[in-house]
């Protein structure tokens, strides 16, 4: 190997010659002493990144420099983080793990318990005129690959995956439409439950005769089937100004016949009517609203009242049963206006459907409940949609999405009311990120920053200046 002196020896050559010192032959071509990887990799460092107003006298090129100790190019490259951090690369955060890398260990290899700033290395790989050099160099080393497959995924990837698992094949836009079809979905279904179990006390009402004496038959004194009582309800009801026609039209059937069926029909019209009512923006629809809600409060003691007179409690143990678990899984719908509209289909021309994730985010009780019906996956698109304004989507489905910018609005979003909708699992992923992005600012784009100086076929003075200054900012 032609001899290639160190700075210190060039400078130490040149002194001698100003002395008339020649060094002799054997001199020249005596080996240099056995160093350890490491201690090689601060002296290739050493002779390249400092004194740079040298740089005519000693060999610029890394290749050079690398050759001169002994040390594979692609390997030296690999290793520079190990470098720059004096081999002191530490854990950063709580969920993003960066180990040690011992340079001492058998065959300089790294381990998946003795890793180092792989990021770093397969990063270094990407820029123009270094991939050729460090790819070579990690991919002779055992171990890398799957490093490379934990720790090179980038914190833009990372943040893509996130809101891919959030969307689950769903666009961004179009996200607020599932999320409307399984409110329905669930209304009905708990509707659907709910009457079934009030069908079931009608049919043993019925068994038992509560089929209403008709006018005729009370007038005539007679006795054709079981009432319900409901003077006091029905003179209510008749002081309301209800132009309500399916209403009124109840109040007028009960009237000739007060059989269980129509009493329990007419009291459902009461809740589902006065609900809605007392959503409105108009005080004197909220007022009318409240009136009808008393008046089916009223029923539904009037018929329990029937029961116990009649000495069927068990039937009256049913009914209020099935009115608790009405109150419980279907008045909720009823009570929010706009959940109310979506469910039931009314007035939808009110609603801006994809707004729906921010009535969804209301604290009150009944929202809540509604909430806590939802599928994950559609809790998941609800937080996709709060984080809209940072997604961007293409025409084809492709997502654009800046990391630090959706970590921004994740911020905000675990300070407020859509932080419900954050799964364990999301929190993960967002913890990640957040590490990834830091260590990203920390580690990466210092180096990437100074590296960049050092043009696009190999490391020259001016861009080593810039990575030791890289070095310094991160390090000391």
Known sequence: MAYLPTLEQYDKDIEKEKTGYIPTLEEHDAPLPQKSLMEKLKDIGSSVLHGTERAAKIPINIGSAAAQYGVDTGEWLANLPNFLSGGRIPKFGAHFDVPLYN????????????????????????????????????????????????????????????????????????????????????????????????????????????????????????????????????????????????????????????????????????????????????????????????????????IQKSFSKNKDTDLGDLYKKATSNFKENVVPYQKNRTINQVVTKRDLDEVNPENIHNTLAKDDEAVQKIVGDLSNNTKDLILAKKLAPVINQTERS??????????????????????????????????????????????IGPVKKGMKYAGLTGLGAAGLGGVYKAKKEIFE
């Open 398 to 443: 492709g997502l654009q999405v800046d990391p630090k910018k959706l970590l921004d609005k994740l911020s905000e979003v675990k300070s407020g009311k859509f932080n419900k909708f954050l799964s364990p699992e999301n929190r993960n992923l967002i913890r990640d990120l957040e590490d990834r992005l830091e260590f990203e600012r920390k580690y």
């Open 103 to 302: 340079p001492e260990a058998i065959e300089g290899r790294y381990t998946p318990a003795a890793l180092t700033g792989i990021s770093l290395g397969s990063s270094l790989a990407a820029l123009p005129g270094l991939g050729r050099f460090a790819l070579a160099g990690v991919n002779k080393i055992p171990g890398v690959a799957s490093a490379i497959e934990k720790y090179g995924v980038s914190s833009a990837e990372k943040g893509k995956d996130f809101i891919r698992n959030l969307l689950n094949g769903n666009r961004v836009d179009e996200a607020h439409k599932s999320i409307l079809g399984e409110l329905r979905s669930n209304y009905k279904s708990n509707l659907q439950n709910s009457n079934e179990e009030y069908g079931l006390i009608k049919k043993i009402a019925n068994d038992r005769d509560y089929h209403g004496q008709s006018k005729l038959s009370r007038a005539l004194g007679e006795r054709n089937g079981k009432s319900i009582d409901a003077t006091s309800t029905l003179q209510d009801i008749d002081k309301l100004e209800s132009n309500d026609k399916t209403l009124n039209d109840l109040v007028n059937k009960f009237k000739e016949k007060p059989s269980f069926d129509l009493a329990h029909r007419l009291q459902s019209r009461l809740g589902s009517e006065g609900s809605y009512l007392r959503t409105s923006s108009d005080s004197v629809q909220r007022q009318l609203g409240g009136k009808y809600l008393d008046a089916r409060r009223d029923l539904i003691s009037d």
